[in-house]
């Protein structure tokens, strides 16, 4: 099954269509949980390492009945050397073995035979004497489309080959965003809509059962009204929806990123779910991770509802 499809049916399942995003650094970490695990103190990055994937499995625990997905982003274990690579690629096998989608937030732009590299390592194979081999075990990959197709093709290629996918940065929920991406070319179209209509017929060929493309795109919550236009605009390309949580958008704001199956998307919070503890004094975080999880479920099913896009 493409691992898109896989996605939509694990978001049916669950009745949610949330992502929880596993940036997680050691300043994260509950002070009693950084004790228990690591009583003679942090005093390296293979110490820190194994702290935060400690972490992160126990999130996984307390989240893998409730949210379909994770998305692990590459920069906060990059930043601890080659020991954090290793959390990063155990994080997702983890999750993946608790039967979680994985996408790896990575955010590779490159052509030619780098970009052949890149997408052999997060969502395809690399050949080693004769052996094809899987780097890291993601479901899906975030790219940067801005060289245009030369970067993009061969993450296609992978994707078709292994059922995998790839989210495309289309309209990003950062407050400067707008600096380019809001641009006008000569057509009339903002430099965003030049992109999603790219990502549409990018992905045209990678239709899966639930009509949506393998070619993914991401569409921040802060920018409702564009999620909403870009929704109608490409029918076939299935929101990655950053934005929620710490960096404020609500349930309200999103509904115009889905369709009128309550499907067509999937909403990520990352600080909201990793230090809910921070808010809750007293709570275990595991616990506190999970009753954050079930709130922002229910406010998206409260928004959806609210937009006669109840999920189904």
Not at 254 to 280: H, M, Y
Request: hydrophobic letters at 45%.
């Amino acid at each position: 099954m493409q691992q898109m499809d896989l996605l939509i049916s694990r978001i049916i399942d669950k009745k949610n269509p949330t992502v929880a995003g596993l940036d997680t650094r050691l300043e994260y970490l509950p002070e009693k949980f950084l004790q228990a695990v690591m009583p003679a103190g942090v005093h390296s990055f293979e110490d820190a390492a194994e702290a935060i994937y400690q972490y992160n499995c126990a999130l996984v625990d307390a989240l893998y009945d409730i949210v379909p997905a994770v998305k692990v982003q590459v920069a906060y274990y990059e930043m601890y050397g080659p020991a954090g690579m290793k959390c990063f690629e155990e994080t997702m096998a983890y999750a993946r073995r608790k039967g979680l989608s994985v996408m790896a937030d990575v955010k590779r732009n490159d052509i030619g035979a780098t970009a052949e590299a890149y997408a052999a390592a997060y969502i395809g194979r690399t050949d080693v004497a004769g052996e094809r081999l899987q780097a890291f075990p993601a479901d899906f990959a975030t790219v940067n489309p801005y060289l245009g197709v030369d970067g993009i093709a061969p993450f296609t290629k992978q994707a078709a080959e292994h059922g995998t996918g790839i989210f495309a940065l289309v309209k990003t929920s950062n407050p400067s965003s707008g600096q380019l991406q809001d641009m006008k070319v000569e057509d009339g179209r903002t430099v965003y809509e030049v992109v999603g209509d790219l990502v549409e017929e990018w992905g045209k060929d990678l239709v899966g059962e639930h009509g949506y493309s393998a070619v993914g795109a991401v569409v921040g919550a802060t920018y409702p009204a564009q999620g909403a236009a870009l929704r109608v605009r490409m029918p076939h390309t299935f929101f990655l929806v950053p934005g929620y949580g710490a960096q404020g958008a609500t349930g309200a704001d999103l509904a115009g990123c889905f369709d009128g199956r309550g499907l067509g998307a999937i909403v990520n919070a990352s600080r909201s779910i990793l230090c809910a503890w921070k808010r809750r004094e007293g709570v275990p975080f595991t616990q506190a991770a999970r009753e954050e999880a079930i709130r922002m479920r229910e406010d998206i099913a409260a928004g959806l509802a609210a937009a006669g896009k109840a999920l189904r």
